[in-house]
């Protein structure tokens, strides 16, 4: 019996060396546990720093792919564009031809409304009332010495105003000129058709006399810048007796010439 129990205990001790040297053995890297830290509060921020950095950049790239495609709807409607203006140009040809054409037709109209409405005048003065000093307008002399203005509806009240105010100077100088002494003043009116003289004294004197000739010869000098025949010219007398002015005569165009 002592026999037998002596190897039963040996090979129980090996079994229970063996079954000791196992459960010291080390862990294998397969079966080590991992332990996770936990997190502090400054690597928690970093990393939504980071994730937000990388959130931008990422925004970026996407906004720069999208700009850099090209915009075929953009192309589309400029072609299309192109293509139609062309079509818009030849549409409007035909009609500026059109207009070229009626031009001188319409230039024509014009020129004929213009010397219709007499905006565009020629009077032709005589020899004897022309005067190198009127320049208003278009002037062409003749060889006869007579004068042929071309000028406008302005230019020619202009030309007028001064023929009037020559008149009315040559009147001044006749009532101040030692041989017209009884003569106080003499007006004309707008046409020069109708002279009013004031006289100083109650009779005819040799200067009243003689004046209907002058008078008679401004007033149709007067009407050939007009571009009229000379009408009737009347010439009235008047007395001045203190502030009291009273008609003593009139006179019509009844001048003979010797």
Not at 65 to 89: Q, W
Not at 122 to 146: L, Q
Request: proline share 5%.
């Amino acid at each position: 019996m002592k026999k037998r129990t002596i190897p039963a205990a040996l090979l129980l001790m090996i079994m229970m060396i063996l079954l000791c040297g196992c459960g010291k053995q080390a862990p294998s890297a397969e079966e080590t546990p991992t332990v996770t830290p936990e997190p502090t509060v400054e690597a928690a921020e970093r990393a939504e720093t980071t994730e937000t950095i990388e959130t931008a950049q990422e925004t970026e790239k996407e906004n720069d792919a999208e700009a850099e495609v090209p915009d075929e709807s953009a192309g589309i409607v400029a072609e299309s564009a192109e293509t139609e203006v062309p079509s818009a140009e030849t549409a409007q040809k035909p009609e500026k031809a059109a207009e070229d054409e009626e031009e001188p037709a319409s230039e024509d109209t014009g020129e004929e409304t213009q010397a219709d409405s007499g905006r565009t005048i020629e009077i032709t003065v005589p020899a004897e009332y022309a005067d190198v000093r009127y320049r208003t307008g278009e002037v062409t002399w003749h060889e006869d010495d007579s004068v042929t203005y071309r000028l406008t509806e302005e230019e020619h009240e202009q030309l007028l105003a001064e023929v009037h105010s020559d008149i009315q100077r040559e009147l001044n100088e006749m009532c101040s000129s030692p041989y017209f002494l009884d003569f106080f003043s003499i007006t004309a009116n707008e046409d020069c058709s109708v002279f009013t003289v004031v006289c100083l004294s109650i009779e005819t004197t040799m200067a009243e006399q003689e004046s209907p000739r002058q008078l008679y010869e401004m007033g149709r000098r007067y009407a050939a810048y007009q571009g009229r025949e000379p009408g009737s010219i009347r010439l009235d007398y008047m007395n001045k007796i203190g502030n009291t002015f009273t008609y003593r005569k009139s006179e019509w165009d009844r001048l003979a010439k010797d």
